[in-house]
Nanobody, 123 residues
Framework: QVQFVESGGGLVQPGGSLRLSCSAS????????IAWFRQAPGTGRLGVSC????????LYSDSVKGRFTISRDNAKNTVYLQMDNLKPEDTAVYYC????????????????WGQGTQVTVSS
């Protein structure tokens, strides 16, 4: 059973940037839609962004649209989430997961949940 490895989180000041990475051994990411979700303390897991199979069409939640960019590097079997102009409300543990299609309203049926990577935005 696949389990993704998320990395790239950290502590950053408001307005700063981070790039998260999502990878998995023995699992070809380009064959799946890959989504990023985040979970803040005391809340459920919320969809942030998703990249589709093939042409790589993307989805973003309204809260991150214009600030975050999701992309794939199929040669490296990695999906990235570039996060710019970070805000304190972006603080959360970020997870990636796979499914056959993109959606952000529910994490149901997504699989490959790893340990996540902590993003903290604070001055």
């Amino acid at each position: 059973q696949v389990q993704f490895v998320e990395s790239g989180g950290g502590l950053v000041q408001p307005g700063g940037s981070l790039r998260l990475s999502c990878s998995a051994s023995g699992f070809i990411l380009e064959n799946y839609a890959i989504a990023w979700f985040r979970q803040a303390p005391g809340t459920g897991r919320l969809g942030v962004s998703c990249i589709r199979i093939g042409e790589g069409g993307t989805l973003y939640s309204d809260s991150v649209k214009g600030r975050f960019t999701i992309s794939r590097d199929n040669a490296k079997n990695t999906v990235y989430l570039q996060m710019d102009n970070l805000k304190p409300e972006d603080t959360a543990v970020y997870y990636c997961a796979a499914d056959e299609s993109c959606r952000l309203y529910s994490d149901k049926n997504f699989h490959g949940w790893g340990q996540g990577t902590q993003v903290t935005v604070s001055s």
